[in-house]
């Protein structure tokens, strides 16, 4: 039972997700911040993606004690693309509260490369 709830929550969760940040892309119309919201949902989704998909395989296979490397790896590229996620809201909060100067945050980032 619970293979079949969480696969199907999962699979509405990302092709919602998906959809709608790439609805939000398309309809931005020069809107810098609604682009913005949009690529931060496509991340979000295809982020997660990695993690969901090969959880809702192994849910309906073998289990998930079974594919514990591709549940990790899953795991790992998530944390990334999160980061990612969090990187774009900080250029919607900037953009939403007109943040001139400060850029501290971005430097840091620059610098860690």
Known sequence: MQAIMETTFDAVY???VI???IVMMLQ???NKQYFLFGIMAVVLGLGDSFHLIPRAIALCTTGLENHTVALGIGKFITSITMT??????YYVWRI???VKGK???TVLFLLSQ
Do not use: D, H, N, P
């Not at 990612?84 to 809201?89: G, H, I, K, M, T």
């Open 28 to 30: 931005s119309k020069g």
């Open 84 to 89: 990612f996620f969090y990187l774009l809201l």
């Open 14 to 16: 990302l092709i919602t």
């Open 19 to 21: 959809t709608l940040g």
């Open 103 to 105: 850029q501290w945050l």
């Open 96 to 98: 939403r509260y007109k």
